[in-house]
């Protein structure tokens, strides 16, 4: 490719890794691109913390990183990519200082995110909760 084409970020073609995963999906909200495909962290920050900053890492994760907002899907019985444009992620902010025992609480409130279904259709792919 040459500095003068421009690549279409509605039809990129699948990596290898991708077209092996469409084996297992059958395009719709199930398979390795469903809701249940996600992985849950949860991590225990001392001291002050900047939510401004905060929120402007969670942007510079989603620009850096194509595959927080890639969606994929099949038309015609062939997948594709779709890159869309960078975007904030959405910061949830959930107090658990009234809980008898934060560290139960916030054990609990991620297990709660862990059976929560999470769209392979909502760019970005990403979901923070402080």
Request: aromatic share 6%; glycine share 6%; net charge negative.
């Given at each position: 490719?040459?500095?003068?084409?421009?690549?279409?970020?509605?039809?990129?073609?699948?990596?290898?890794?991708?077209?092996?995963?469409?084996?297992?999906?059958?395009?719709?909200?199930?398979?390795?691109?469903?809701?249940?495909?996600?992985?849950?962290?949860?991590?225990?920050?001392?001291?002050?913390?900047?939510?401004?900053?905060?929120?402007?890492?969670?942007?510079?994760?989603?620009?850096?990183?194509?595959?927080?907002?890639?969606?994929?899907?099949?038309?015609?019985?062939?997948?594709?990519?779709?890159?869309?444009?960078?975007?904030?992620?959405?910061?949830?902010?959930?107090?658990?200082?009234?809980?008898?025992?934060?560290?139960?609480?916030?054990?609990?409130?991620i297990n709660g995110l862990e059976a929560?279904?999470?769209?392979?259709?909502?760019?970005?792919?990403i979901r923070a909760v402080l």
């Amino acid at each position: 490719m040459t500095g003068a084409e421009v690549l279409d970020a509605t039809n990129v073609p699948l990596s290898f890794t991708q077209e092996f995963l469409t084996m297992f999906s059958d395009g719709a909200e199930t398979g390795p691109f469903g809701p249940k495909y996600h992985v849950v962290r949860g991590l225990r920050l001392r001291g002050e913390l900047d939510v401004v900053a905060l929120r402007g890492a969670l942007h510079d994760i989603v620009t850096r990183h194509e595959s927080l907002r890639t969606l994929m899907s099949r038309e015609n019985g062939s997948w594709r990519q779709e890159i869309l444009p960078p975007s904030t992620p959405d910061l949830l902010i959930e107090d658990l200082s009234a809980a008898d025992t934060r560290d139960r609480a916030a054990e609990e409130f991620i297990n709660g995110l862990e059976a929560t279904e999470f769209s392979s259709r909502t760019i970005p792919h990403i979901r923070a909760v402080l």
